[in-house]
């Protein structure tokens, strides 16, 4: 089986400045072997939508920890699903996403329901290396499938 390097789309929300979480997640990412465009922080979400068509991601990541993230994220995934060539992309939403209670899992059905496909904690980084190797492991099959 062909496990190609999965091309990872990264990306702070519209209101997020914080630029750390990006770098890290970015470092860790490219050690576990995929290619990571990372956007920034303060992404608009016209800007997101152009860069999904643009590099056609296997994967896109949006990390938030400013509290607003369960609003922003939302937002931006049912951009990015309003055009139907992202019907198929994962879109992984994790960090600090809002400011109380337990806010990953209270906001993870609204998120859910915008677009996003799986709501992680900030401290499920190993779940999310798990979800995109599952990713790239199906991305094979598929390439051995066509053959
Ligand atoms: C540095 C910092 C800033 C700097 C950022 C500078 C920069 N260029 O990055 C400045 C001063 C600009 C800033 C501003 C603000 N900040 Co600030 N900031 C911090 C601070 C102290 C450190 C953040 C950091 O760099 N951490 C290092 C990185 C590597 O770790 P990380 O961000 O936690 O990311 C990790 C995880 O969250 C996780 N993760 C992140 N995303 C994802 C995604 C997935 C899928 C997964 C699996 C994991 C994951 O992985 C990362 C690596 O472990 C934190 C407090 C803290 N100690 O965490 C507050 C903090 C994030 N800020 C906070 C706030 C409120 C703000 C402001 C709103 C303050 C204000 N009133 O102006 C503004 C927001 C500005 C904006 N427009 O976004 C709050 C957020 C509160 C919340 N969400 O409940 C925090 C938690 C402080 C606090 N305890 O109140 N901040």
Redesign the pocket.
């Known amino acids: 089986m062909t496990l190609r390097r999965l091309q990872v789309l990264l990306t702070g929300t519209s ?7 990006l770098m ?2 970015q470092l860790a990412l490219e050690e576990a072997d995929h290619d990571v465009t990372n956007l920034g922080p303060c992404v608009p979400d016209d800007l997101l939508t152009e860069a999904c068509v643009r590099f056609r991601p296997d994967a896109l ?1 949006i ?1 938030s ?3 607003h993230g369960h609003a922003d994220a939302a937002r931006a995934a049912a951009a990015v699903r309003c055009d139907s060539r992202h019907d198929a992309l994962p879109i ?5 996403l809002g ?1 109380a209670g337990d806010p990953n899992a209270d906001h993870a059905p609204a998120l859910e329901a915008a677009g996003v496909t799986a709501v ?1 904690e ?1 401290g ?2 190993p779940e ?1 290396m798990r979800l995109l190797a599952e990713i790239r492991a199906a991305a094979a099959r598929k390439l051995e499938g066509v053959r």
């Open positions: 209101s997020d400045a914080h630029t750390w979480n890290y997640l990541v990390s920890v400013n509290g992984i939403v994790g960090g600090l400011t992680l900030k499920d980084l999310l």
